[in-house]
């Protein structure tokens, strides 16, 4: 399972970084997503990474905010989020899985995911 971290809490408009650790996983073809599940809603996919390819998926909310990426010899995926919003507040998980594409795996594969690890719990006070 990965694990999530970096979370807090920021004022509207601010930044964090949350770090996604995967001790023991090899980032050969997989690919690795952020998602998070505020109070009341249903888990949604926020950013997902190819990590052969590098490409990259985001969900519309979070485009031009939110960047990923991976660091294939940690075997870490990162999330920086910038110009944080209150709707931005979650917990956000990290997950992953090999042979898919980053679009693929953040519109549909996730959802075959049936363990989560511990996530980051992300609030924006307004």
């Known amino acids: 399972q990965l694990q999530a971290s970096g979370g807090g809490l920021v004022q509207t408009g601010g930044s964090l970084r949350l770090s996604c650790s995967a001790p023991?996983?090899?980032?050969?073809?997989?690919?690795i997503g952020w998602f998070r599940q505020a109070p009341g809603k249903e888990r949604e996919p926020v950013s997902c990474?190819?990590?052969?390819?590098?490409?990259?998926y985001y969900t519309n909310s979070v485009k031009g905010r939110f960047t990923i990426s991976s660091d294939n010899a940690k075997s870490t995926v990162s999330l920086q989020m910038t110009y944080l919003k209150p709707e931005d507040t979650a917990i956000y998980y990290c997950?992953?899985?090999?042979?898919?594409?980053?679009?693929?795996?953040?519109?549909?594969?996730?959802?075959?995911?049936?363990?989560w690890g511990r996530g980051s719990q992300v609030t924006v006070s307004s």
């Open positions: 023991g996983l090899t980032f050969d073809d997989y690919a």
């Open positions: 990474i190819s990590t052969d390819d590098g490409g990259t």
């Open positions: 997950a992953a899985e090999s042979g898919y594409q980053s679009t693929w795996y953040c519109q549909n594969g996730w959802r075959l995911n049936k363990k």
